[in-house]
């Protein structure tokens, strides 16, 4: 399966399993979503169960909120990451506190799916990566998938949370992996072991991290598109690099952190969001306060810029090759 195809299939999955579990968000209905995410889902479950929503995002997800305490488990989707910022007051000061301003009596089991990243073109308002501001606030979980196989099973275990998940889909990679040479051909998903994806039901555990590739050298942690841009140019350059692809931001395994960091001696951590309190300032700060004894370089971080997203000079901003391979030049030369 494509990630597209991946994430369809999780949603047909728990929507047959649980009537409780409703999908809403713009064109997410007869359209079936900007990105096809939801085809063919309201011709199956009708339109109750899965709806267009006015263009309101604070609405869609007060709704959802409502929805969440009175038992159902809605699946809101917000058309791009960028427009996420109008729901911010629902998904902080509602969502995410309603279990412990009400001990425990009320709950929003609901899951926020959302295209984010750049690598298509979409410009300042079509390509932001706001995870870390989500890291932020007590009571959200954030979820990253960066394989087909990881998008099904995770996005099955953040529908069955009872806490309120902001899953977050790399769009530059629902169709295919892309190694960061965007004057190569694309890549479609077809025979990559990740696109390996069953037909029926089974979950990823959200705060379990994957070892993408094992090495010694040094660690390498990432998250979505990066993951496969990692994964090349170490490839290309022959560096002996373990590569952690993170999943879940919160909950984080730090544990598998620790344990590869300990191991090899050096980090780099490799994010498409700006750079300034982006969630790579988060991770150098749990590596240096838990491995510090263990490091023979300082921690690298390659991450976007703090400016707006360039269209025009898109892969200047982008972390690719070119960056990466400078950092993994200088933290081995260190």
């Known amino acids: 399966m494509s990630m597209i195809q991946a994430i369809n299939s999780a949603l047909d999955v728990m929507m047959e399993r649980d ?9 997410v209905g007869y359209f079936g979503g900007v990105f096809r995410a939801t085809a063919g889902l309201q011709k199956k479950y009708g339109k109750n169960r899965v709806f267009d929503t006015p263009i309101t995002e604070i609405g869609i997800i007060g709704v959802a909120v409502g929805m969440g305490a009175y038992g159902l488990r809605p699946v809101p989707e917000i058309q791009f990451a960028d427009y996420i910022y109008p ?67 995770l996005l099955i275990a953040a529908i069955e949370d009872n806490d309120p ?52 050298a040094l660690t390498i942690l990432c998250y979505g598109t990066m993951e496969h841009v990692i ?9 002996d690099a373990e590569i952690i692809d993170l999943r879940t931001l919160v909950p984080l395994d730090i544990e598998a952190i620790e344990q590869s960091v300990k191991k090899t001696g050096r980090c780099l951590i490799v994010h498409e969001a700006t750079r300034t309190s982006g969630f790579g300032a988060e991770l150098s700060a749990l590596v240096q306060e838990r491995c510090f004894y263990h490091l023979e370089a300082p921690i690298e971080r390659v991450t976007g810029f703090d400016t707006p997203y360039p269209h025009s000079l898109e892969w200047a901003y982008f972390p690719g090759p070119v960056r990466i391979r400078e950092a993994i030049t200088k933290i081995m030369r260190d």
């Open 19 to 27: 009537p409780d579990v409703v999908v809403m968000g713009e064109d």
């Open 87 to 153: 729901a911010l007051d629902q998904l902080v000061s509602e969502a995410a506190r309603l279990r412990y301003r009400s001990a425990g009596e009320f709950i929003a089991p609901m899951t926020v799916r959302s295209p984010f990243g750049g690598g298509i073109f979409g410009g300042q308002t079509h390509s932001q990566s706001p995870e870390g501001i989500f890291t932020h606030v007590s009571g959200i979980k954030t979820v990253i998938p960066s394989t087909p196989y990881d998008a099904k099973g």
């Open 231 to 239: 994964e090349s140019t170490v490839t290309e350059m022959g560096v």
């Open 165 to 216: 998940v902001i899953f977050f889909e790399p769009k530059r990679i629902y169709n295919g992996p892309f190694d960061g040479h965007y004057d190569r051909p694309a890549k479609s998903w077809a025979g990559h072991p990740g696109a390996m994806v069953p037909e029926g039901y089974y979950r990823v555990p959200l705060g379990q991290a994957r070892t993408v590739r094992a090495g010694e």
